[in-house]
């Protein structure tokens, strides 16, 4: 039996990682968009996330927030759409997604907020440095396939999109490796899709009169 599936988000967040996810999945699903001036915070989305951050998912009575845990549901809720390996063959698969949600997440802002840890306050810090953080991805999306091997994964949907926007935003080297990995994986019909869709939803929102 299908189960009704309700995102929330807003165009101008992380969410924009899980919109991509869902239309890799092919599942139809109910889009809320919530205002971070009002419905953010509001008692309703509370109740989904008590943190009153997007993105997150409702699917039947389960609720999933976190960008990585929801592409990491996503994945096996929706099977038939290939995006995580077989049990056996998931070593890289979780090493990668979880990496992103880790190091990648913890180094980038890190640095964004003027953070660097000390050579002393290394062993400290799950990311070590940023430099160390980006030589290890690095090392993941050189030779021209995916994180998890030759197939696409929800690692690649949810650590690669934290490639894609860091560059984006100056946070990321733009490392020949990750330029080329990008550029490979943000060409899926189902990445263009996403990004046409809240891409739309911002210039549909900046028309509206203030």
């Known amino acids: 039996m299908s189960k ?14 899980v919109r991509w996810m869902l239309e890799e999945v092919g599942a139809p699903y109910e889009t809320v968009i919530l205002d971070y001036a009002s419905s953010l915070k509001g ?17 039947g009575d389960t609720v999933v927030t976190e960008s990585a845990a929801i592409c990491a549901y996503l994945a096996d809720a929706f099977p038939q759409a290939g995006l995580a390996p077989p049990l056996a063959d998931r070593g890289d698969y979780y090493r990668w997604l979880f990496f992103g949600a880790g190091p990648v997440e913890a ?5 964004s907020l003027g953070y660097e840890p000390k050579p002393e306050q290394k062993r400290m810090a799950g990311f070590g440095s940023l430099e160390d953080t980006l030589n290890a991805l690095e090392g993941a999306v050189a030779g ?35 330029t080329a990995y990008w550029d490979r994986v943000s060409s899926r019909p189902a990445a263009i899709r ?13 028309a509206q009169p203030a």
């Open 4 to 17: 009704d599936l309700i995102f929330y988000t807003n165009p101008m967040s992380r969410g924009r990682i």
């Open 43 to 59: 008692v309703e989305y509370l109740a989904i996330n008590p943190m009153g951050k997007v993105p997150a998912i409702k699917h």
């Open 107 to 111: 180094a980038v802002t890190a640095r």
């Open 144 to 178: 021209g396939g995916y994180m998890a091997g030759d197939s696409f994964t929800a690692a690649d949907v949810y650590t690669g999109s934290q490639i894609g926007w860091g560059m984006q935003f100056g946070s990321i080297d733009k490392r020949p490796a990750f």
């Open 194 to 206: 996403a990004r046409e869709i809240d891409d739309a939803l911002i210039a549909a929102a900046q």
